[in-house]
C-alpha cells in the first residue's frame, strides 16, 4: 500500500508529461513562436490565462465561507494553467492549430515565472509558507511542464519532425490511458473529504469561477469563435497535475488534493453549455478563416 502511494504520484506526473511531449511534438515550425510574435495576442492570453482567473478566485474566496483546504485547493489550481489537453480540445470547437498550439507553448514558457510568482504572492497574501513554497513550485513546472515541452518540440522540429507527428496521436491515447489509471487511485483515496466538500457552498464558489475564466478568455480572444473559443478553454482549464504535486508537497492533507479534483469536475461541468453554445455558432457560421 505505501509503495502505491509513492507510484501514483509519480504516474500522474509522467501521463501528464507525456501529454505535453505530444503537444510539442505534434507543433509545427510556425506555431512555436506564433503567440510570442504578437504581442497583442500574447498580452490578452496572459491576462485570460494567468491573471484573471487568480484574481477571480481570490475575490470568489473572499466572499465563500469555504473551509482553508478548499481555499488552498481553489487557488493551487488557480496558479496552474494550460493542461495539455487543452490543444486537442481547441481543435474541436473551432480552433487553428497555429494560434492554439502557440497559445500552449506561450503560456507553458511563462508558467516557469506566473506560477512561482504567484506562489509568493499568494504566500503573503494569506500568510501560508506550506501552501506555496516558490522552489516547489518552480521544480514542478519545469518537471511537469518545460522539461516534456521542450523533449516534444525537439523531436517534433529538428529530430525527427515526421515521425513525431505521426507519433503525437499514439502518445495521447497511451498517456490517456495512464491519466485514468493513475487518477481511480487518487480519487478513491480522496472519496471522503470530496463528497465532505459538497453542501458548503465550495460548488457554487468553484463554478463561479470556472464561469468567469471562460467568460474572460472568451471576450478577450479576438473576433474569431474559433479563436474565443481557444483563449476560453486555455483560462478555465487548468493543470492537475501541479495542483496535485503541490498538494502533495503540502503535508499531505487529502482535504486539498479532494478540493483539486472537485474543481476539475466542476469545470468540466461548467464548460458543457459553453461548449454546446460554440458548436451551435461555429456550425450557423461556417469554417472561419485560416489565418489570422
Known amino acids: 500500500m505505501e509503495l502505491l502511494k509513492q507510484l501514483v504520484p509519480l504516474l500522474l ?70 493542461p495539455p489537453l487543452v490543444p486537442g480540445k481547441m481543435m474541436k470547437f473551432g480552433g487553428r492549430n497555429d494560434y492554439a498550439y502557440g497559445l500552449y507553448n506561450a503560456m507553458a514558457a511563462l508558467s516557469v515565472i506566473t506560477v512561482p510568482l504567484w506562489g509568493i504572492i499568494l504566500t503573503h497574501l494569506y500568510a501560508a509558507h506550506a501552501i506555496f513554497p516558490p522552489a516547489v513550485v518552480a521544480s514542478n513546472v519545469f518537471i511537469g511542464v518545460v522539461i516534456p515541452l521542450v523533449i516534444g518540440l525537439l523531436f517534433g522540429r529538428w529530430l525527427a519532425p515526421e515521425r513525431a507527428r505521426r507519433a503525437a496521436p499514439v502518445i495521447v491515447k497511451i498517456a490517456m490511458a495512464l491519466v485514468i489509471l493513475a487518477f481511480v487511485p487518487i480519487i478513491l483515496g480522496v472519496w471522503p473529504e470530496l463528497i465532505g466538500l459538497v453542501g458548503d457552498g465550495t460548488i457554487v464558489a468553484m463554478a463561479l469561477i470556472a464561469v468567469l475564466a471562460l467568460l474572460g478568455g472568451h471576450l478577450l480572444g479576438g473576433p474569431l469563435l474559433g479563436d474565443r473559443a481557444t483563449l476560453a478553454f486555455a483560462a478555465a482549464m487548468r493543470h492537475p497535475g501541479i495542483a496535485l504535486a503541490l498538494a ?26 459553453y461548449q454546446a453554445w460554440i458548436k451551435r455558432r461555429l456550425a450557423a457560421e461556417g469554417p472561419a478563416p485560416s489565418g489570422a
Open 13 to 82: 506526473t509522467f501521463s501528464l508529461a507525456l501529454l505535453v511531449v505530444a503537444v510539442g511534438a505534434a507543433s509545427t515550425r510556425g506555431d512555436l513562436l506564433y503567440v510570442f510574435r504578437r504581442p497583442a495576442l500574447l498580452a490578452k492570453a496572459l491576462l485570460a490565462v494567468s491573471v484573471i482567473p487568480v484574481l477571480v478566485a481570490i475575490a470568489v474566496i473572499a466572499v465563500f465561507p469555504v473551509s482553508h483546504a478548499t481555499r488552498a485547493g481553489i487557488m493551487l489550481m488557480a496558479i496552474s494553467p494550460v
Open 248 to 273: 502533495g508537497a503540502n503535508h499531505g492533507d487529502k482535504s486539498i488534493s479532494a478540493a483539486v479534483l472537485l474543481f476539475i469536475l466542476v469545470g468540466m461541468i461548467v464548460m458543457m453549455p
